[in-house]
């Protein structure tokens, strides 16, 4: 069993930055691809940036292609995301998300991912 852990969301202004974190208990994190997706009120959840298990190549939704970055570190079995640029349209509760699936490019599809975290929510003001 994984699990997930989510931290460093709440409210910035427009053109801010902030930082999340999803700390993983799981023994091989180094396997797992890393997900990061999110959800508004009223809206399905989309994928916003996915880093690869191994060397981690990382993949971004064309929406915060720029803004964002995704990252690892395998010794302290964490992702980020850095999120620069904040803009009102990126409100929504962020979720971190596992996948133990070996693929050649990491996955961005919801059901790609067996495991996720409870969710952090992030507000911009405009």
């Known amino acids: 069993q994984v699990r997930l852990v989510e931290s460093g969301g709440g409210s910035v202004q427009a053109g801010g930055s902030l930082r999340l974190s999803c700390a993983a208990s799981?023994?091989?994190?180094?396997?797992?691809?890393l997900g990061w997706f999110r959800q508004a009120p009223g809206v399905e959840r989309e994928f916003v940036a996915a880093?690869?298990?191994?060397?981690?190549?990382?993949f971004y939704a064309d929406s915060v292609k720029g803004r964002f970055n995704i990252s690892r570190d395998n010794a302290k079995d964490t992702a980020y995301l850095q999120m620069n640029s904040l803009a009102p349209e990126d409100t929504a509760v962020y979720y971190c998300?596992?996948?133990?699936?070996?693929?050649?490019?990491?996955?961005?599809?919801?059901?790609?991912?067996?495991?996720w975290g409870q969710g952090t929510p992030v507000t911009v003001s405009s």
């Open positions: 998300a596992a996948d133990e699936v070996l693929r050649v490019r990491p996955g961005v599809r919801s059901s790609d991912y067996k495991y």
């Open positions: 799981v023994l091989t994190f180094g396997r797992y691809t």
């Open positions: 880093i690869g298990w191994g060397a981690g190549s990382t």
